[in-house]
């Protein structure tokens, strides 16, 4: 007998079907809570299943997010066996049925079916470490995203109050800007007060900087104040909303700083991430990203799957005769490392920093290739090379 247990996994619960053999169900399927009272129901009906047919049995189960989770550590405490596929994988399974019926019951029946169909390969557990700097990075590009957004209504409320305030410092979202302009709102605060006052403050918010620059400072803030064109008066809920966005501002600045310095350490014991950062155009929050979304080097065996993982593999389409000649990327890997290597192939071709990179782009233009035909030549280029280097350790002085 080879039994199988799908599991079809939702958020908080299961569905559980069994199958002693191919074509052989066992029972009604059923579902557990994700708590440890229900998981020890379903550890008492796998060892069930394994005094029925006397192995035990493999789990298979799709991957939903973080929803799996409590279960992948139930089946791992208890040396069980499991294979995570693909949803894809399984969509495609149950299209071959001639009737449309959509259910929990019916997905985990599907999973055991697939079980026997495909040659499926059990799940390759992924490193702590790896696990902890992909969940950071993504934390940090989420941050960044809502930081982004706040920048933008930052902006455009300064637009309406205060306008003028943009040439005043050369980073408008610098900390010391910031607390400048929640300090003084608007250009009558700023005319209330004097130059040198405002020296002082400005040279206090930032004591890195010579007394010179902070009096600089103040002088243009004190003529941007005289040419502003917007009363205060007319405009008091634009003024607690700038306040409020000011404070958003800070506040996402030292979370992301804090990220930074939690990436940098977690990063800096990685081997393979030192070895990415070897090839120019490659940052370290780019080599970061990379590293972690790609896991363990040992989960591909040919450059064309990690190709594959990430998305720019081209679609192919044939039919009879017919084959197409214009064919867009898959993008059916992971979106964050397709992203990053995206902008790591273009940070390597500005300005050269990447000859190798930048003569391939230049050779791919010159067939006359467009520019994004052009650049995801480069990323499966730059695909091929970080799976070389990975596998054999080496950095990319040691390769060229």
């Known amino acids: 007998m080879n039994p199988v247990v799908g599991l079809d996994v939702s958020s908080g619960e299961s569905e559980v079907q069994a199958f002693l053999d191919k074509g052989k169900p066992y029972g009604k399927s059923f579902k557990v809570s994700h708590t440890n009272e229900s998981l020890e129901v379903l550890f008492h009906f796998l060892r069930k299943i394994e005094n029925e047919s006397g192995q035990k049995p493999t789990v298979i189960l799709e991957a ?33 049925s001639l009737r449309k019926v959509k259910t929990d019951a019916v997905d985990a029946y599907c999973l055991c079916e697939l079980f026997y169909k495909e040659e499926l390969e059990p799940y390759k557990k992924r490193g702590t470490q790896l696990l902890n700097l992909r969940n950071l990075t993504r934390q940090h590009e989420t941050l960044t995203g809502l930081y982004v957004q706040a920048k933008l209504q930052f902006n455009a409320i300064l637009e309406q109050v205060f306008p003028e305030y943009k040439g005043v410092f050369g980073d408008m979202y610098s900390k010391v800007s910031l607390h400048t302009l929640l ?25 890195s900087r010579s007394e010179c620059w902070a009096n600089e400072r ?38 992301l700083a804090k990220l930074d310095d939690q990436i940098d350490a977690l990063a800096g014991e990685i081997k393979e991430y030192k070895i990415i950062q070897t090839i120019p155009g490659i940052g370290e929050k780019i080599a970061a990203t990379i590293i972690s979304e790609i896991g363990e080097i040992e989960r591909f065996n040919h450059p064309k799957k990690l190709v594959a993982f990430s998305g720019i593999d081209p679609s192919v389409h044939s039919s009879g005769k017919f084959t197409a000649t214009i064919n867009r ?49 480069c990323t499966n280029k730059l695909v091929h090379w970080i799976f070389a280097l990975l596998k054999s350790k080496e950095t990319f002085l040691d390769l060229a």
Do not use: W
């Not at 409590?70 to 693909?86: K, S």
């Open 64 to 96: 939903t997010g973080h929803y799996h989770t409590p279960v992948i550590q139930f089946l791992e405490e208890h040396n069980y066996l499991y294979i995570m596929v693909n949803p894809l994988l399984s969509y495609q399974a149950k299209k071959s």
């Open 183 to 207: 300090e003084y709102t608007t250009s009558e605060s700023v005319l209330k007060v004097g130059e040198s006052e405002l020296a002082d403050r400005i040279a206090s918010l930032c004591t």
């Open 218 to 255: 103040a002088k243009k803030l004190i003529e941007a104040a005289k040419r502003n064109p917007f009363k205060s008066t007319l405009y008091q809920s634009h003024l607690i909303g700038l306040e409020m966005y000011i404070q958003m501002l800070l506040q996402y600045q030292e979370h």
């Open 329 to 377: 990327i898959t993008k059916r890997g992971s979106s964050r490392l397709r992203h990053a290597l995206y902008m790591a192939v273009l940070c390597g071709i500005r300005g050269s920093r990447n000859k190798k990179l930048k003569a391939f782009y230049d050779k791919k233009r010159e067939e006359g290739k467009p520019f994004k035909v052009a650049m995801i030549a």
